[in-house]
T-cell receptor, first 114, second 113 residues
Framework: DADVTQTPRNRITKTGKRIMLECSQTKGHDRMYWYRQDPGLGLRLIYYSFDVKDINKGEISDGYSVSRQAQAKFSLSLESAIPNQTALYFC?????????????FGPGTRLTVL | QKEVEQNSGPLSVPEGAIASLNCTYSDRGSQSFFWYRQYSGKSPELIMSIYSNGDKEDGRFTAQLNKASQYVSLLIRDSQPSDSATYLCAVNIGSGNTGKLIFGQGTTLQVKP
């Protein structure tokens, strides 16, 4: 089945460490997104990419960077993790149709920064 | 700041009843709207998309859109305990199909047997 996968699924790390979260998809979608979800704050967009050479900041990009290695792969990096980056991180993909831009989510990565 | 507002709930309904979930949005240029279901600890799952005013039905789910009132709703008929989840409203911001979504904080639905 065409799918969106994320690795790792859970990660505990310490303040100051560099962390990379990876996202791969077999849906053939050209658009990919990274979100974080915090209790009471909902889903917030970190970065998005409409193709390999088109990467854009979202609502809360400070402290994060991304790399679009291929159409199917989009990685999120925390260069120096801090405790308030503890959250649930989701990757999503979409393809533009005439009417919609439906986004489909991966299973998520639960990140804890101590 | 573009906003999407939902009542956080919890909304509690008995099994077999109709659950009505509501969402308002601030961007008048928004063209497409989505409802996601999210079980605790899981990822959001797309259940409905709508872009024309009026109703759109899919099984037990009906999405309703009123662009003039900047209002979108989701009706769940014959609610089941398995429908207990958080429902996220998402709005495509900006005119046209921009590909950027703003999510509401979600409404928690509890369906009691």
């Amino acid at each position: 089945d065409a799918d969106v996968t994320q690795t790792p699924r859970n990660r505990i790390t310490k303040t100051g460490k560099r962390i990379m979260l990876e996202c791969s998809q077999t849906k053939g979608h050209d658009r990919m997104y990274w979100y974080r979800q915090d209790p009471g704050l909902g889903l917030r967009l970190i970065y998005y990419s409409f193709d390999v050479k088109d990467i854009n900041k979202g609502e809360i990009s400070d402290g994060y960077s991304v790399s679009r290695q291929a159409q199917a792969k989009f990685s999120l990096s925390l260069e120096s993790a801090i405790p308030n980056q503890t959250a649930l991180y989701f990757c999503a993909t979409s393809v533009k149709t005439k009417a919609y831009n439906e986004q489909f989510f991966g299973p998520g990565t639960r990140l804890t920064v101590l | 700041q573009k906003e999407v507002e939902q009542n956080s709930g919890p909304l509690s309904v008995p099994e077999g009843a109709i659950a009505s979930l509501n969402c308002t949005y601030s961007d008048r240029g928004s063209q497409s709207f989505f409802w996601y279901r999210q079980y605790s600890g899981k990822s959001p799952e797309l259940i409905m998309s709508i872009y024309s005013n009026g109703d759109k039905e899919d099984g037990r789910f009906t999405a309703q859109l009123n662009k003039a009132s900047q209002y979108v709703s989701l009706l769940i008929r014959d609610s089941q305990p398995s429908d207990s989840a958080t429902y996220l409203c998402a709005v495509n911001i900006g005119s046209g199909n921009t590909g950027k979504l703003i999510f509401g904080q979600g409404t928690t639905l509890q369906v009691k047997p």
